[in-house]
């Protein structure tokens, strides 16, 4: 098994759990505020969704994130999430999210990484791109942060946030 092969085998069972989860949630679970510094569910997904879009075909491929090209104005989302250090919190407050409109979105988010990861060779995996505080890392790190690790972390919270709720959290 290649290494774009295992990155993509790794992407999909993500997907699994974060599709899973996200296929209940109604705009009013999503908007809801949780008790204490926890931000909204839909604030979660928006900042899932929208970070793998910007780095994926922004940083990675170097073309504009769908937020801003076949997507814009259609992600759902009713602003953009701050940049890296920016006010994350008061975005996560004030940001309104249309959850069908984000799973349309996501949807082609994911289409999108997963076309990049299978057109990516073992060497292409190896190749270093500055990404923030990391500094120089190899695409395959890149793409195993944000779009598994990532994903992995927010759904989490995601799912614990539905179940205190009194809803189902992971989709098993």
């Known amino acids: ?72 104005g259609k992600t759902g989302v009713s602003e953009p999430q701050p940049a890296p250090g920016g006010d994350r919190d008061g975005w996560a407050k004030r940001v309104q999210v249309d959850i069908p409109a984000l799973r349309e979105y996501a949807t082609a988010v994911h289409e999108a990484t997963d076309a990049y990861v299978s057109g990516l060779s073992d060497s292409d995996l190896e190749r270093t791109v500055e990404f923030g505080p990391m500094g120089q890392q190899p695409i395959s790190n890149v793409l195993s942060l944000i779009a598994i690790v990532h994903a992995s972390n927010h759904i989490g919270e995601v799912s614990a946030l539905k179940g205190v709720a009194g809803a189902r959290g992971y989709p098993f």
Do not use: Y
């Not at 949630?25 to 929208?50: E, F, S, Y």
């Open 1 to 72: 098994m290649s290494k774009a092969q295992l990155i993509k085998q790794q992407l999909d069972i993500a997907r699994m759990v974060v599709n899973g989860t996200m296929a209940d949630i109604t705009t009013d679970q999503a908007m809801a505020a949780p008790a204490g510094k926890a931000h909204p569910i839909g604030a979660n997904l928006a900042h899932l969704i929208m970070s793998e879009d910007n780095v994926v075909n922004g940083v990675l491929k170097g073309a504009q994130p769908l937020m801003l090209s076949s997507f814009a």
